[in-house]
């Protein structure tokens, strides 16, 4: 949990825990990494539930977009959101939409640090 405070402190929540447990067997080169990449990836969940509201003024589906659900997006766009119905759905599940997305975006970035920053594995030395 120290990692996450320490690169991370604006997280909060499940958003943390989940977070502290992908960065936990992360090294300090990799952990540091991560934060920027994850910070710039993550969505806030204020801006999703803005963007949901944008469906009353006639603009359905841009929380769909900025989640990066073009198929949904367009679906919610040409018709108005399933005529508000999925909008208040939406509304009423902006939290776990947000969450679900900033889990994937946090596992994507995770692999990718992997794949960059690969662990050093430390030489044992056999003295016999």
Request: aromatic share 10%; hydrophobic share 45%.
């Given at each position: 949990?120290?990692?996450?405070i320490?690169?991370?402190?604006e997280l909060?929540?499940?958003?943390?825990l989940?977070?502290?447990?992908?960065?936990?067997?992360m090294?300090?080169?990799?952990a540091?990494?991560?934060a920027?990449?994850y910070?710039e990836?993550?969505?806030?969940?204020?801006?999703i539930l803005?963007l949901?509201?944008?469906a009353?003024?006639?603009?359905a589906?841009?929380?769909?977009f900025m989640m990066?659900?073009?198929?949904?997006?367009?679906l919610?766009f040409?018709?108005?959101?399933?005529c508000?119905i999925?909008?208040?759905?939406?509304?009423?599940?902006?939290?776990?939409?947000?969450?679900a997305?900033?889990?994937?975006?946090?596992?994507e970035?995770?692999n990718?640090?992997?794949?960059?920053?690969?662990?050093?594995?430390?030489e044992?030395?056999?003295?016999e």
């Amino acid at each position: 949990m120290s990692k996450v405070i320490k690169y991370m402190p604006e997280l909060e929540g499940e958003e943390q825990l989940i977070v502290a447990q992908i960065i936990t067997d992360m090294t300090e080169e990799q952990a540091a990494q991560f934060a920027p990449v994850y910070r710039e990836r993550r969505k806030d969940e204020i801006l999703i539930l803005v963007l949901t509201l944008t469906a009353f003024i006639g603009f359905a589906g841009m929380n769909r977009f900025m989640m990066k659900q073009i198929g949904m997006g367009l679906l919610y766009f040409f018709t108005a959101g399933f005529c508000l119905i999925g909008t208040i759905v939406d509304i009423l599940n902006y939290k776990s939409l947000t969450s679900a997305y900033n889990q994937k975006r946090a596992l994507e970035v995770a692999n990718l640090i992997y794949g960059a920053f690969p662990q050093k594995i430390e030489e044992s030395t056999d003295d016999e």
